[in-house]
């Protein structure tokens, strides 16, 4: 359970970005880079940053023209549909999604099941994004999934494929190639729209439902439960954790009314947690849950924080779901496979001297959540926190959890045309808070700011956008020279 740093990946790759005004979507970007012939891994790069980019759009129309999954259908079909030789499993929530594939995929892949997991948005290296058997896509193997599915998409001029798609269509055409026995797929964006609903799958999942990306989503919980539900098939059991009620009702009368069947842990499934410290695994969480084929009685759960013990939970439900469809799975093998897991990026201590802390939590909710997990897990004196995320998330919301965990606030810029302005942020917070903080232009100069202030007790946490994250991690490990592969 000791956090640690970790050997990360290179590859910083620059991305051209798409920005226009509400009122109309991207124009596709002209290239000559689209017409080249793809031959190395840099090539292969080039050509997919060449694509619209909706992760880098300051704006952008979320409906059925500009999320457009005929024309995602197309492009599987061009490329002999892989995603129907697949067995999916598909996960969408506002947070946790990230973490429930993982732990999943972990015990899927102790059991000997070869396991894909295409997952998003990526830290450092954009093959973070497709993994078999938690190993990212090789860069030979990249450059050779680009070219193939680059042949379909200039075919398609008409109506290009975006970058998302054509991602999301290079993890299918992979994993089939591959002959994975599962392949689990996180939405990007809602779910409803997003090109990984063109899968069929085994069982789906619903994480934590709660405010983020509402200009696109809605403005309500129950409006972004309603994309999110999006996910459910006729038919295809579907586990959820316990959520706010206007998410709950949202998703009960989907799965009605596509006579999918539901259970919930909490509910349908018997679940709970408890927090506890032990000499082996210090401070951590236990979870018990039982289910028609499977009994868990005080279970630690890999990663920390109270919202990654009901991510456990799902992840072991879902599970649950493959049992009962006749898949085989031993129980010491899952329990290995469940505490192997570690991800990037979330509540990942980067460097020792000063003590900093990197999380991607990017809405308030996961704020909430990674301020408690803090406070439970990591003992600290003061807590200098460096904060930038895009403008187009719940920020008030994300300010006010905030003002609660942070001894010290140092508002940046994220590397990112979305990126809410730092002077903004300062004014919201100290206006929202009624205290203090400071800007800078990036996340260099905030620690310049933060070092003298930290001692050894103390701990800087990075958080607010993978973005900042990513950018916190490349330059991290550039100064205490950490090996990279790639």
């Known amino acids: 359970m000791a956090i640690s740093a970790k050997k990360v990946t290179k590859k910083k790759s620059k991305t051209e970005v798409v920005e226009t005004s509400a009122k109309s979507s991207p124009e596709k970007p002209k290239s000559t880079r689209r017409s080249g012939a793809i031959k190395t891994y840099e090539d292969a790069l080039n050509?997919?940053?060449?694509?619209?980019?909706?992760?880098?759009?300051?704006?952008?129309?979320?409906?059925?023209?500009?999320?457009?999954?005929?024309?995602?259908?197309?492009?599987?079909?061009?490329?002999?549909?892989?995603?129907?030789?697949?067995?999916?499993?598909?996960?969408?929530?506002?947070?946790?999604?990230?973490?429930?594939?993982?732990?999943?995929?972990?015990?899927?892949?102790?059991n000997g099941y070869?396991?894909?997991?295409?997952?998003?948005?990526?830290?450092?290296?954009?093959?973070e994004r497709i993994k078999v058997d938690g190993q990212m896509i090789s860069e030979e193997e990249m450059t050779k999934t680009v070219k193939k599915v680059s042949v379909a998409v200039k075919s398609m001029q008409d109506d290009s494929p975006t970058f998302f798609e054509i991602m999301t269509a290079m993890s299918m055409y992979f994993f089939a190639k591959e002959k994975v026995d599962f392949a689990i797929f996180e939405t990007g964006l809602g779910g409803r729209l997003d090109s990984t609903n063109v899968v069929n799958p085994i069982v789906t999942g619903l994480t934590s439902i709660s405010i983020d990306h509402h200009r696109q989503l809605g403005n309500t919980v129950s409006q972004i439960a309603a994309e999110k539900a999006g996910i459910i098939k006729k038919g295809v059991p579907v586990v959820s954790v316990m959520q706010d009620p206007e998410a709950m009702s949202v998703i009960r009368k989907q799965a009605q009314a596509l006579k999918a069947p539901l259970s919930v842990t909490g509910k349908e499934i018997d679940f709970s947690c408890r927090f506890e410290s032990s000499r082996e695994l210090g401070p951590h969480n236990r979870i018990c849950l039982s289910t028609p084929n499977s009994q868990y009685e005080h279970l630690p759960v890999p990663l920390y924080g109270e919202h990654q013990a009901e991510n456990c939970g799902l992840a072991l439900s879902m599970l649950d779901v493959l049992k009962g469809k006749g898949y085989k799975f031993e129980q010491e093998l899952v329990l290995k496979g469940l505490a192997g897991t570690q991800i990037s990026g979330r509540m990942e201590i980067i460097n020792e001297d000063p003590r900093i802390l990197v999380d991607a939590a990017h809405n308030a909710a996961s704020l909430k959540s990674l301020i408690q997990a803090i406070g439970q897990h990591i003992p600290y004196d003061s807590m200098v926190v460096i904060f930038g995320c895009c403008e187009d998330k719940d920020?008030?919301?994300?300010?006010?959890?905030?003002?609660?965990?942070?001894?010290?606030?140092?508002?940046?810029?994220?590397?990112?045309?979305?990126?809410?302005?730092?002077?903004?942020?300062?004014?919201?917070?100290t206006e929202l808070s009624g205290k203090m903080c400071q800007t800078a232009f990036n996340f260099n100069k905030a620690m310049e700011i933060a070092s003298p202030a930290v001692t050894p007790g103390?701990?800087?946490?990075?958080?607010?956008?993978?973005?900042?994250?990513?950018?916190?991690?490349?330059?991290?490990?550039?100064k205490n020279g950490v090996e990279q592969e790639g």
């Open 395 to 429: 920020v008030d919301g994300m300010l006010r959890e905030l003002r609660y965990g942070a001894d010290k606030v140092i508002f940046t810029r994220i590397k990112s045309p979305r990126s809410m302005d730092p002077d903004v942020l300062a004014a919201k917070y």
């Open 114 to 127: 070869k396991t894909g997991l295409y997952t998003s948005p990526h830290v450092i290296d954009i093959r």
């Open 458 to 478: 103390d701990i800087v946490c990075v958080t607010g956008s993978f973005y900042l994250v990513g950018e916190a991690k490349r330059i991290m490990d550039a």
């Open 47 to 110: 050509f997919l940053f060449s694509n619209t980019n909706y992760e880098n759009a300051k704006r952008f129309r979320y409906n059925s023209d500009t999320f457009n999954l005929d024309r995602m259908y197309k492009l599987l079909g061009l490329i002999k549909n892989p995603h129907e030789k697949l067995t999916a499993i598909h996960i969408a929530g506002t947070k946790g999604k990230g973490s429930t594939c993982t732990m999943l995929g972990s015990m899927l892949t102790a």
